[in-house]
């Protein structure tokens, strides 16, 4: 959707009720499930992942008629922009998203709608969500993928002038800032104007305009839906970002068909760690109306009088799969004068202090820390950066938090209390031995420090477990 910038237009014993906390949750999920399981199968929209690939996140929109999709996964934009973001969404599109259930709802069958609506005066009304998260990253060394089965607008046609339905991904620095579009990188998994049976698959990356993605048009390729029209019907539309091969890739498909791909070597430095060392990218949804890509196809100001109202995307599912990666880096002992190496594994259950943890058998082998909750920490004396700066760290986690709990993973150095100099957020993983490798950025740090975990949660609820970390330059 090229949001254009304003300008351009300690082994500690377990407390037992934080292990009956843990066990609780468990059951409560379990029954859960099961109660639900009377009335609609849980995420029976979401295909299982094929064989070596775990399933990241999804959800299925399985909400009764003329609800909102789930707070716990989902923002809705309102308005014309973002707060300070450039007007009009950055696009030059003309509707006003809103959270009404007419334009944005489930419709009872399992699928989430958002519908274009043009009031009595001739304006226009639509939605565009994303998702909570926004760290979706492939682990070290893997491939991560993006999916949503989705049909567009059933509307061609001069009828379909101006209607822009998009799936798509935003790096997360982007959250809060607004004017850093390109460089934090976009993957536009579905594109479609005016009614066209066409899906577009786009990289915008870089610099703006021109750059190695060829702002403001994006690194893009399109190609007709197979068998029935985008429009017609359902199809799946997927986008994988593979780090496992060299130079890295990044591939679009529709129904299995691959039809598009960039390297990182077509993008180039900085530009491909720009958009690919922060912390990881959010989903978006969205109908819009009218703007730059619609207008460039036909030639003229979309929509126009012969547009019809009321034409709703309708999507069965979106999910976030990941393949391979995650491996544990090669560790290192220290040495004998305790100094530990910044950029060697570093086992969480090694701390040298902690405040409110546990250390339980890791599925991975081991131990790791957990029942990690709000104002938790564990300490690492003597940790050695020498005088390269360190860029990130990765820390190797898992969770089974409850829908809607999430905290956030902090490095801080020299005291618990001291501004965290890194972070990422963490909702569930699908279990609390179900690890990920997450990376967050860190300020450029050099030198000898005292370096603390620490865990910071709007819920009182545990929310992650630790296996290791690591920096890197």
Not at 156 to 162: D, K, S
Request: one cysteine or more; glycine letters at 12%.
């Amino acid at each position: 959707m090229n949001p254009v910038p304003a300008a351009p237009a300690a082994p500690p014993t377990a407390p037992p009720s934080r292990r009956r906390f843990r066990l609780a949750l468990a059951l409560l999920a379990a029954a859960t499930t099961v109660l639900a399981g009377a009335t609609v199968t849980a995420q029976a929209a979401v295909p299982p992942p094929p064989s070596g690939w775990s399933l990241v996140w999804s959800d299925d929109f399985t909400g009764a008629a003329n609800t909102l999709p789930s707070s716990a996964n989902w923002i809705i934009d309102t308005g014309t922009s973002y707060p300070g973001g450039p007007p009009n969404w950055g696009t030059g599109e003309i509707q006003t998203y809103t959270n009404n259930p007419a334009n944005l709802s489930h419709d009872g069958a399992g699928n989430l709608r958002i519908t274009p609506l043009r009031n009595s005066s001739g304006g226009w009304t639509s939605a565009r969500i994303e998702t909570v998260r926004s760290n979706f990253k492939p682990p070290s060394g893997g491939v991560l993928a993006i999916e949503g089965r989705i049909q567009m607008p059933n509307v061609t046609g001069t009828q379909a002038l101006g209607y822009w339905p998009a799936f798509w991904a935003l790096g997360s620095p982007y959250r809060g800032n607004y004017q850093n579009w390109p460089g934090i990188g976009e993957f536009d998994v579905m594109e479609n104007v005016n009614g066209l049976n066409s899906v577009w698959g786009v990289l915008h990356c870089g610099v703006a305009p021109g750059g190695p993605c060829d702002e403001f048009n994006g690194r893009g390729a399109s190609r007709a839906c197979p068998g029935s029209t985008c429009q017609s019907a359902f199809h799946t539309y997927r986008f994988e970002w593979d780090t496992s091969v060299s130079p890295q890739q990044l591939r679009w498909y529709v129904d299995g068909q691959q039809y598009h791909t960039v390297t990182q070597s077509q993008v180039g430095e900085p530009y491909w760690s720009q958009m690919t060392s922060h912390a990881g990218y959010f989903l978006l949804l969205n109908v819009a109306m009218g703007g730059g890509f619609p207008n460039g196809v036909a030639g003229f100001t979309t929509p126009t009088s012969s547009t019809v109202s009321g034409r709703p995307m309708l999507v069965d599912y979106v999910a976030v799969y990941s393949r391979g990666g995650g491996g544990t880096p090669p560790p290192s002992t220290p040495p004998p004068s305790g100094v530990r190496d910044a950029y060697a594994t570093i086992q969480a259950e090694s701390f040298n202090a902690q405040n409110g943890v546990i250390v339980e058998a890791c599925s991975e082998g081991g131990q790791n820390i957990g029942a990690l909750r709000n104002g938790d920490w564990v300490r690492f004396d003597n940790v050695e950066f020498g005088s390269s700066p360190a860029r990130d760290f990765v820390a190797r986690v898992a969770s089974g938090a409850a829908g809607g709990v999430s905290g956030l993973v902090e490095v801080r150095l020299d005291s618990p209390t001291n501004p965290p100099i890194g972070s990422f957020a963490l909702a569930n993983t699908g279990g609390w031995q179900s690890w990920r490798s997450v990376p967050g950025n860190v300020t450029a740090t050099t030198g000898r420090h005292t370096v603390y975990l620490t865990f910071t949660s709007g819920q009182p609820n545990d929310f992650v477990n630790v296996n290791w970390f690591t920096f890197r330059r």
